[in-house]
């Protein structure tokens, strides 16, 4: 019998890179096929040849036996195959049932919105996806999450015959996590087939019967779960052997370096108080929601504060604004890096520079381009950024590549403090890996930093403690001798 | 900063695209010689010195304002009110100069209330959190009124000649006023190009989130460039006044429509994060052409409007398709 979805030999170059070489991949109906893989590897522009962005330069598609051509991502979704991104497409300010019927919205013979039958279809479908809110409700008003949800949501009311998910997990948390699993084996017994490319490992092992490693733009190894172990897969997907993924800590405890106390922003978390020292990691765990996100941005000035104070090295200091907080020697790596972190369209020099502008120029008025050069290729020597040059734009780079830009331009302000917001959000094992180091090596030079992650794995590899938010408030701490991932999502969920 | 902008980040399909691209970054200059020597084949007056001479004076007035109008572009705003505050600013210093106050006081006051005009909006786009275009088109009608308040709806006349030397005059075989207009773009494109304020505006209009976070401060940056669109627009108006040797309320209609089409067919995005002073000079020149050619083809001033009108359609189409192929 024909694959559902085959693809014979497909290559794609862009100019000066080769993505694809003679990638050959099936998917059957009612099948899980895995994707991974470091990024760079080629797995998105795999997806878009299938969603059609892209045409191959060679080798062909077939979908149920038959010549399948895509011009255009219309060609594809009119064909069942839909591809939820990372990048969520919802129109913000519009119901979550209109969301789900973007552009098929039920409607009588005068094209007017049948609005009941909307929402009680979007009913059905939420219910399908495990998403308890009303259909009625505006999109701003649901986390990221519950967005993605909505996304699948979406996907199931097109008749979806192939769903591919582009690192569907990232944002979710273990309860999502589950229902979105959940949603995926109705899929899979109802007969799609479905690709899940994800960074975890184990959700790959969870959930997908087949798994494909792609590396440098080919599919080195593709075999059923049960024939891969996790540091088989890791192996074949950096080409090299990993000793560990958390390297040991030998960072030394000092002084209390950034206190908070009693901090409160009004509708988003109150009374927050923190103590971090000197070398120390501390992690911020909690469901998404719980304001953990806010609570590093009033720390930073970006989010303007109630109640409360923070303290800096034992000084009062007042943070209005982020530029008070690079002053104080505080940097913040914000959890969405295109959207916070980064200028797309611009350099990486531009990028690393933007920080420390005045420092690069004559007199703090007249850009000195030398000083610029310099500060950019120490940032990517230092962090091993993989780039043409620091000509390149940001938005050419791969995750890890991009993050690494975020992270060296922190670096810039020389801060004694960092804040770093889901850093593995979306990058591959290895610049996880890298990203692990480097906190580390701040560690032990003496920063302190506080980390919010979604990764529990990550956490209780990385902190020497880690606090628990939980609606708003702070509703545990659990120092490293106690560290274990029941008792963090026990406070998390339940207090 | 500014050479990476217009750099592609990769080529993709050989689409509408590329094309576009193309069209963008090569044929400003194509597109201007072939408008030049349609004219100087099709029409005998193109290449006089006396209608090459009014191409600049014309483009000198676009020109000062083009260039404030760049900087609140890249941005990522925009100015609609420039237009009325160059009438504005011109009445004003008509009065002062009337009141006999010395001229270089009531050049300084006409580019000062540009200044003032441009803090009103920065005030409303920072403070009060208000859209740029709308803001803007609110200064628009409200200098505009000002403007016929002041004068009662009359024409304010009879300058000294020193005054009107600014507009009017020549410096050896130049135009005072080009020489002015050249100055201005060679300060704001050094300004633009390679200060650390340039670099904040770019940033801002690149991604103004990832900017405030980075510790760039953003509502300074966005505050100076509408002070320096509304003080070049005063300095726009005092040019005008001395080369007419009067102020009319009524003067400089529809300037921001000649202005934005400048700036956006030199290569700005109405999205921000992109634009340079370069760019709008040719922009400015190419409008300066043809709005002379309309001139000399003796086309009916009711077509000037709708071809203006097209040309900015097409500008921001270009920018739009160059939009979406970088989302893509």
Same mark, same amino acid.
């Given at each position: 019998?024909?694959?559902?979805?085959?693809?014979?030999?497909?290559?794609?170059?862009?100019?000066?890179?080769?993505?694809?070489?003679?990638?050959?991949?099936?998917?059957?109906?009612?099948?899980?096929?895995?994707?991974?893989?470091?990024?760079?590897?080629?797995?998105?522009?795999?997806?878009?040849?299938?969603?059609?962005?892209?045409?191959?330069?060679? !080798?062909?598609?077939?979908?149920?036996?038959?010549?399948?051509?895509? #011009?255009?991502?219309?060609?594809?979704?009119?064909?069942?195959?839909?591809?939820?991104?990372?990048?969520?497409?919802?129109?913000?300010?519009?119901?979550?049932?209109?969301?789900?019927?973007?552009?098929?919205? @039920?409607?009588?013979?005068?094209?007017?919105?049948?609005?009941?039958?909307?929402?009680?279809?979007?009913?059905?479908?939420?219910?399908?996806?495990?998403?308890?809110?009303? @259909?009625?409700?505006?999109? +701003?008003?649901?986390?990221?999450?519950?967005?993605?949800?909505?996304?699948?949501?979406?996907?199931?009311? #097109?008749?979806?015959?192939?769903?591919?998910?582009?690192?569907?997990?990232?944002?979710?948390?273990?309860?999502?996590?589950?229902?979105?699993?959940?949603?995926?084996?109705?899929?899979?017994?109802?007969?799609?087939?479905?690709?899940?490319?994800?960074?975890?490992?184990?959700?790959?092992?969870?959930?997908?019967? +087949?798994?494909?490693?792609?590396?440098? *733009?080919?599919?080195?190894?593709?075999?059923?779960?049960?024939?891969?172990?996790?540091?088989?897969?890791?192996?074949?997907?950096?080409? +090299?052997?990993?000793?560990?993924?958390?390297?040991?800590?030998?960072?030394?405890?000092?002084?209390?370096?950034?206190?908070?106390?009693?901090?409160?922003?009004?509708?988003?978390?109150?009374?927050?108080?923190?103590?971090? +020292?000197? *070398?120390? $990691?501390?992690?911020?765990?909690?469901?998404?929601?719980?304001?953990?996100?806010?609570?590093?941005?009033?720390?930073?000035?970006?989010?303007?504060?109630? *109640? !409360?104070?923070?303290?800096?090295?034992?000084?009062?200091?007042?943070?209005?604004? @982020?530029?008070?907080?690079?002053?104080?020697?505080?940097?913040?790596?914000?959890?969405?890096?295109?959207?916070?972190?980064?200028?797309?369209?611009?350099?990486?020099?531009?990028?690393?520079?933007?920080?420390?502008?005045? #420092?690069?120029?004559?007199?703090?008025?007249?850009?000195?381009?030398?000083?610029?050069?310099?500060?950019?290729?120490?940032?990517?020597?230092?962090?091993?950024?993989?780039?043409?040059?620091?000509?390149?734009? %940001?938005?050419?780079?791969?995750?890890?590549?991009?993050?690494?830009?975020?992270?060296?331009?922190?670096?810039?302000?020389?801060?004694?403090?960092?804040?770093?917001?889901?850093?593995?959000? *979306?990058?591959?094992?290895?610049?996880?890996?890298?990203?692990?180091?480097?906190?580390?090596?701040?560690?032990?030079?003496?920063?302190?930093?506080?980390?919010?992650?979604?990764?529990?794995?990550?956490?209780?590899?990385?902190?020497?403690?880690?606090?628990?938010?939980?609606?708003?408030?702070?509703?545990?701490?659990?120092?490293?001798?106690?560290?274990?991932?029941?008792?963090?999502?026990?406070?998390?969920?339940?207090? | 900063?500014?050479?990476?902008?217009?750099?592609?980040?990769?080529?993709?399909?050989?689409?509408?695209?590329?094309?576009?691209?193309? %069209?963008?970054?090569?044929?400003?200059?194509?597109?201007?010689?072939?408008? =030049?020597?349609?004219?100087?084949?099709?029409?005998?007056?193109?290449?006089? =010195?006396?209608?090459?001479?009014?191409?600049?004076?014309?483009?000198?007035?676009?020109?000062?304002?083009?260039?404030?109008?760049?900087?609140?572009?890249?941005?990522?705003?925009?100015?609609?009110? $420039? /237009?009325?505050?160059?009438?504005?600013?011109?009445?004003?210093?008509?009065?002062?100069?009337?009141?006999?106050?010395?001229?270089?006081?009531?050049?300084?006051?006409?580019?000062?209330?540009?200044?003032?005009?441009?803090?009103?909006?920065?005030?409303?786009?920072?403070?009060?959190?208000?859209? @740029?275009?709308?803001?803007?088109?609110?200064?628009?009608?409200?200098?505009?009124?000002?403007?016929?308040?002041?004068?009662?709806?009359?024409?304010?006349?009879?300058?000294?000649?020193?005054?009107?030397?600014?507009?009017?005059?020549?410096?050896?075989?130049?135009?005072?006023?080009?020489?002015?207009?050249?100055?201005?773009?060679?300060?704001?494109?050094?300004?633009?190009?390679?200060? $650390?304020?340039?670099?904040?505006?770019?940033?801002?209009?690149?991604?103004?989130?990832?900017?405030?976070?980075?510790?760039?401060? %953003?509502?300074?940056?966005?505050?100076?460039?509408?002070?320096?669109?509304?003080?070049?627009?005063?300095?726009?108006?005092?040019?005008?006044?001395?080369?007419?040797?009067?102020?009319?309320?009524?003067?400089?209609?529809?300037?921001?429509?000649?202005?934005?089409?400048?700036?956006?067919? !030199?290569?700005?995005?109405?999205?921000?994060?992109?634009?340079?002073?370069?760019?709008?000079?040719?922009?400015?020149?190419?409008? /300066?052409?043809?709005?002379? !050619?309309?001139?000399?083809?003796?086309?009916?001033?009711?077509?000037?409007?709708?071809?203006?009108?097209?040309?900015?359609?097409?500008?921001?189409?270009?920018?739009?398709?160059?939009?979406?192929?970088?989302?893509?």
């Amino acid at each position: 019998m024909a694959h559902l979805l085959e693809m014979t030999g497909v290559s794609k170059a862009f100019p000066g890179v080769k993505a694809l070489t003679d990638v050959s991949i099936f998917l059957d109906k009612g099948e899980v096929l895995g994707i991974v893989g470091e990024n760079g590897a080629g797995k998105s522009t795999l997806m878009k040849i299938v969603a059609g962005v892209y045409t191959p330069d060679d !080798g062909e598609l077939r979908l149920e036996g038959e010549a399948f051509a895509p #011009r255009q991502p219309r060609d594809s979704l009119d064909a069942g195959i839909i591809v939820i991104h990372q990048e969520l497409s919802l129109v913000p300010d519009r119901s979550v049932a209109e969301n789900i019927f973007l552009g098929n919205l @039920p409607h009588d013979r005068l094209g007017r919105v049948r609005r009941k039958a909307l929402n009680q279809h979007a009913k059905t479908l939420l219910a399908r996806v495990g998403l308890d809110v009303a @259909p009625q409700t505006r999109v +701003r008003q649901l986390g990221i999450a519950q967005q993605q949800l909505v996304e699948i949501a979406r996907a199931l009311s #097109r008749q979806a015959r192939v769903i591919v998910m582009d690192e569907p997990t990232a944002t979710l948390t273990t309860a999502e996590q589950t229902i979105l699993f959940a949603t995926i084996r109705a899929l899979r017994s109802a007969g799609v087939g479905l690709v899940f490319i994800s960074h975890h490992l184990e959700e790959v092992f969870e959930i997908c019967d +087949r798994v494909v490693v792609l590396r440098d *733009g080919a599919a080195v190894e593709m075999r059923p779960t049960s024939e891969w172990n996790e540091t088989g897969l890791i192996q074949a997907m950096v080409n +090299r052997p990993i000793d560990a993924l958390f390297p040991p800590r030998h960072a030394a405890i000092g002084d209390v370096v950034l206190a908070v106390e009693g901090l409160t922003s009004a509708g988003h978390f109150e009374d927050v108080s923190l103590e971090l +020292r000197a *070398g120390e $990691v501390l992690g911020l765990a909690g469901l998404i929601g719980a304001g953990r996100t806010e609570v590093l941005k009033a720390i930073y000035g970006a989010l303007p504060i109630s *109640g !409360g104070r923070v303290r800096v090295q034992s000084r009062d200091v007042v943070i209005r604004a @982020p530029r008070d907080a690079i002053a104080a020697g505080v940097a913040l790596v914000p959890e969405d890096r295109k959207a916070e972190g980064l200028v797309l369209p611009f350099s990486i020099r531009s990028n690393v520079a933007m920080s420390t502008l005045p #420092r690069l120029s004559w007199l703090r008025t007249v850009l000195a381009p030398g000083r610029m050069d310099r500060l950019a290729e120490h940032a990517v020597a230092d962090l091993r950024i993989r780039a043409s040059g620091i000509g390149q734009t %940001v938005q050419s780079l791969s995750g890890g590549n991009q993050q690494k830009v975020v992270i060296g331009r922190a670096l810039t302000t020389k801060p004694r403090i960092f804040l770093l917001d889901e850093p593995t959000r *979306g990058i591959d094992v290895g610049a996880k890996v890298e990203v692990y180091r480097l906190i580390n090596a701040l560690a032990e030079q003496g920063a302190a930093i506080l980390v919010v992650s979604s990764d529990m794995i990550e956490l209780l590899g990385l902190c020497d403690r880690i606090l628990i938010m939980r609606t708003g408030r702070i509703a545990g701490a659990v120092p490293r001798a106690e560290f274990s991932q029941e008792r963090i999502m026990h406070f998390a969920a339940l207090g | 900063m500014a050479s990476n902008l217009t750099k592609p980040a990769e080529s993709r399909r050989f689409g509408l695209g590329s094309l576009v691209r193309a %069209v963008n970054e090569l044929t400003i200059i194509v597109g201007f010689l072939a408008i =030049s020597i349609y004219l100087a084949v099709t029409t005998p007056t193109f290449l006089t =010195s006396a209608n090459i001479l009014s191409i600049l004076l014309a483009s000198s007035l676009i020109g000062i304002v083009a260039v404030g109008e760049t900087f609140v572009i890249v941005t990522g705003g925009i100015d609609l009110s $420039v /237009g009325s505050v160059v009438a504005f600013t011109g009445v004003m210093t008509g009065l002062a100069l009337n009141a006999h106050l010395p001229v270089p006081v009531a050049i300084l006051v006409g580019i000062g209330i540009g200044a003032l005009s441009g803090g009103f909006i920065a005030f409303a786009v920072t403070f009060l959190n208000m859209s @740029p275009f709308i803001v803007s088109l609110a200064v628009l009608a409200m200098a505009r009124g000002l403007a016929f308040i002041v004068t009662n709806g009359n024409t304010i006349f009879s300058f000294p000649d020193s005054f009107d030397n600014i507009g009017g005059g020549n410096l050896g075989p130049f135009p005072v006023a080009a020489l002015i207009t050249l100055v201005v773009f060679l300060v704001a494109g050094l300004v633009l190009a390679r200060t $650390v304020f340039g670099a904040e505006v770019y940033a801002v209009g690149g991604n103004r989130e990832a900017a405030r976070l980075a510790g760039i401060p %953003v509502n300074r940056t966005l505050s100076l460039v509408y002070i320096i669109s509304g003080a070049l627009a005063g300095l726009g108006g005092v040019i005008l006044a001395g080369r007419l040797d009067s102020a009319q309320p009524i003067a400089a209609v529809g300037l921001e429509l000649n202005a934005i089409a400048a700036v956006v067919i !030199g290569g700005a995005s109405l999205f921000g994060g992109k634009g340079s002073i370069l760019g709008t000079l040719l922009g400015v020149l190419i409008i /300066g052409l043809i709005n002379n !050619g309309l001139t000399l083809k003796n086309v009916q001033p009711f077509w000037v409007q709708f071809i203006q009108g097209a040309v900015i359609f097409g500008a921001v189409l270009i920018d739009s398709l160059n939009q979406k192929r970088r989302r893509a």
